[in-house]
């Protein structure tokens, strides 16, 4: 039996801020089922920024911050937002119940340092990783792996 994998790869420029913002709002817009994003880069690359673009287009008021403290947030829009921040559970092998966020989930799950919680990962997501050129210029790198991530990926960019 073969497995056809689906991928696709882009990649976008970021001037500012507002720039990052808007794509990830038209990204949020556009989301109506369950899918994985997740967000790569350094400290201040603009995860967060990334992930507060994505809740307004998602229609969700509250204001999104870094939920470094918390792990883990939900906010309520057009469909829930599971924003988890893994930065603080590098080498730490817990079961923290994130499995109903990233696997069976109803809504969209963004998680910012995945690869602190690579097992638990599910096998087809929307991968964003955003690189550091300039202060404000961004080179933001998008994977779709799998038939949903890679139908939004076409609607979005
Ligand atoms: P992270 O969550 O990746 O650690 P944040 O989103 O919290 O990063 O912070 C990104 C910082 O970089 C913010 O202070 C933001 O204003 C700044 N910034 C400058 N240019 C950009 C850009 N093009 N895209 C995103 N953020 C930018
Ligand atoms: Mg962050």
């Known amino acids: 039996m073969t497995t056809v994998i689906h991928m ?9 801020k507002a720039e990052t913002q808007s794509l990830a709002f038209r990204l949020g817009e556009i989301l109506s ?20 673009g994505l809740a307004k287009g998602l229609g969700i008021t509250k204001t999104v911050n870094s939920p470094t403290f918390n792990i883990l947030k939900l906010y309520q829009g057009r469909m829930q937002l599971c924003h988890i921040d893994a930065y603080r559970l590098e080498g730490i092998h817990q079961d923290l119940g994130f499995e109903e966020y990233l696997i069976d989930g109803e809504g969209v799950c963004v998680v910012e340092w995945p690869m602190y919680i690579s097992d638990l990962l599910p096998k087809e997501y929307l991968e964003i990783e955003i690189l550091n050129e300039t202060e404000d210029n961004r080179c933001i790198h998008i994977r779709a792996i799998g038939e949903d991530a890679q139908k939004i990926l076409e609607e979005w960019l």
């Open 8 to 16: 696709k790869e882009q990649t976008v420029k970021s001037k500012s």
């Open 33 to 52: 089922k369950p899918i994985v994003i997740l967000l790569k880069g350094d400290l201040g690359a603009g995860k967060t920024t990334f992930t507060q």
